[in-house]
């Protein structure tokens, strides 16, 4: 492969991959019965028909040829062009599923049931919307109602979660030098070296308005009857899905998988993480608002919580108030009272921005850069009409909670599109260089574990040339 297809194979994506066993030298191809019963009282008639064919098996793991052609409708149903699919492709990408999944089943790695479903809410909610509804999608998938394309989808994102934790685990521990940086970069000809689109470093400044102290009482009061009622016996799930402003964990009686790697605010994770199973918190406030929190299971450095969130009501005025103020800080930058960067440290309500004078960071890269073409449509929308150093009308802003506030933003730096230079992207190139050293772990675990797994391929499926060395050459 040339390496300039392989370097835009790293920036595009980092796709991890897999194998197969043993004696894989036949066709294993299962017949299911489907028995008719001829009732004239003389005879019975059982008639054998073939349901479905088996196409592989990956240790535990069976893949059926009917799942190939599903996983295809699924790509089609994310948006992707089905043009240089084929089925031996496909095959092979669920067979290095499976081995992740298997492997990650003997290494005793767990997927809570809560995390299943959340996703598979998520799913469901997300392609309703692009099909048109429930109905439009039961039929693209042709499953007879939702009961089966949950049961589907399930199993589909079981093996998924397992899959990314099994490939996670395999690069934990793999690291990169600023030497092998160098010579990552340096092993690029100079004219296929990648090109760096257009970036800009963003700046912003969030003015939240605040709520009585009469509002903030009354939540305060009913999460503790809550906690109360719990305590007496009452579902904590149910509480959580008629009161919980977390919509997302709210549908699922709040729950949530845990752990203390995961982005989540300091002081959730300091009151999630003193509790003993069974325990339920004293209200607490984050900047989300308040909640009330209950261990459902611990596992290890993991845990599955329960929460409820509720946010104090804010009035009409409180919410003026705010515009005015943010208004008046713009004034003031504007007459150059005090610089954009001092107004965000003093002022800002974002706990993530304003000590670093209001600078945002991307999550995709965790450094200051976004690159225009990858931004996000309505931060872009309200960035592109900034000219130089521009600040931003106020602009009212929405929580996935669904607090407003408002914000200032602008553009403190421009970055025009260039050919990757090693010290100005050595952050980029690092990320590149750290990516295909993880391809190659992921290469000697996945030659290993074929070795190690039950494998077995369909005789038709044995005329694929496979990517990976399922057919044990």
């Known amino acids: 492969?040339?390496?300039?297809?392989?370097?835009?194979?790293?920036?595009?994506?980092?796709?991890?991959?897999?194998?197969?066993?043993?004696?894989?030298?036949?066709?294993?191809e299962t017949m299911m019965e489907a028995k008719t019963?001829?009732?004239?009282?003389?005879?019975?008639?059982?008639?054998?028909?073939?349901?479905d064919g088996v196409s592989a098996v990956v240790g535990d793991f069976v893949i059926l040829e009917s799942d190939v052609d599903k996983f295809l409708l699924d790509l089609k149903q994310k948006g992707v062009s089905s043009a240089d699919l084929t089925k031996c492709g496909l095959l092979g990408k669920l067979m290095e599923d499976k081995l992740y999944a298997h492997h990650a089943i003997q290494d005793?790695?767990?997927?809570?049931?809560?995390?299943?479903?959340?996703?598979?809410?998520?799913?469901?909610?997300?392609?309703?919307?692009?099909?048109?509804?429930?109905k439009n999608l039961l039929k693209f998938y042709a499953m007879e109602d939702e009961a089966a394309l949950r049961k589907r989808l399930m199993e589909i994102t079981k093996v998924q979660f397992l899959t990314?934790?099994?490939?996670?685990?395999?690069?934990?521990?793999?690291?990169?030098?600023?030497?092998?940086?160098?010579?990552?970069?340096?092993?690029?000809?100079?004219d296929q070296r990648p090109v760096i689109g257009v970036e800009l470093e963003v700046s912003q400044i969030i003015i939240a308005p605040k709520p009585s102290k009469e509002a903030v009482d009354k939540v305060i009061k009913k999460l503790k009857d809550i906690k109360s009622e719990v305590e007496a016996g009452s579902s904590f799930g149910t509480k959580a899905i008629l009161y919980s402003k977390d919509r997302a964990s709210g549908r699922q009686g709040g729950l949530m998988?845990?752990?203390?790697?995961?982005?989540?605010?300091?002081?959730?994770?300091?009151?999630?993480?003193?509790?003993?199973?069974?325990?339920?918190?004293d209200p607490f406030e984050t900047e989300f608002g308040w909640h009330i929190v209950m261990i459902d299971k611990v596992r290890?450095?993991?845990?599955?919580?329960?929460?409820?969130?509720?946010i104090p009501e804010v009035s009409s005025d409180k919410l003026e108030e705010a515009r005015k103020e943010i208004d008046t800080l713009r004034t003031r930058i504007l007459a150059k009272e005090l610089t954009f960067e001092e107004a965000a440290r003093s002022f800002s309500d974002d706990k993530e921005t304003r000590n670093n004078g209001g600078k945002l960071i991307n999550p995709a890269t965790f450094d200051t850069r976004f690159e225009l073409t990858k931004m996000d449509p309505e931060q872009y929308s309200q960035i592109e009409p900034l000219k130089g150093d521009e600040i931003s009308i106020p602009l009212i802003d929405e929580t996935r909670t669904g607090q407003k506030r408002f914000k200032l933003l602008r553009v403190t730096n421009r970055f025009e599109e260039?050919?990757?230079?090693?010290s100005k992207d050595y952050i980029k190139i690092k990320s590149l260089a750290l990516k295909e050293k993880q391809l190659k772990e992921v290469g000697e675990w996945i030659k290993k574990k074929i070795k190690d797994t039950y494998i077995n391929v369909n005789s038709d499926a044995r005329k694929c040339e496979f990517q990976n060395n399922w057919l044990k050459k």
């Not at 521990?173 to 940086?181: C, H, N």
């Open 300 to 310: 290890g450095q993991e845990r599955d919580v329960r929460h409820i969130l509720l």
């Open 108 to 134: 005793s790695i767990e997927v809570s049931p809560g995390e299943i479903r959340d996703r598979v809410n998520q799913s469901i909610e997300y392609f309703s919307q692009q099909t048109g509804g429930m």
């Open 164 to 190: 990314q934790r099994m490939q996670s685990k395999v690069v934990r521990d793999v690291e990169i030098t600023p030497e092998e940086v160098r010579q990552f970069f340096e092993a690029i000809p100079v």
């Open 418 to 422: 260039h050919v990757a230079d090693y």
């Open 37 to 51: 019963q001829v009732n004239d009282s003389t005879k019975s008639n059982t008639q054998r028909v073939k349901i």
């Open 1 to 28: 492969m040339k390496r300039s297809i392989y370097v835009l194979m790293l920036l595009v994506a980092f796709g991890m991959q897999a194998q197969e066993k043993e004696d894989a030298t036949m066709v294993t």
């Open 257 to 281: 998988p845990i752990n203390k790697r995961m982005s989540l605010a300091k002081e959730f994770k300091d009151v999630a993480f003193s509790l003993q199973q069974g325990e339920i918190s």
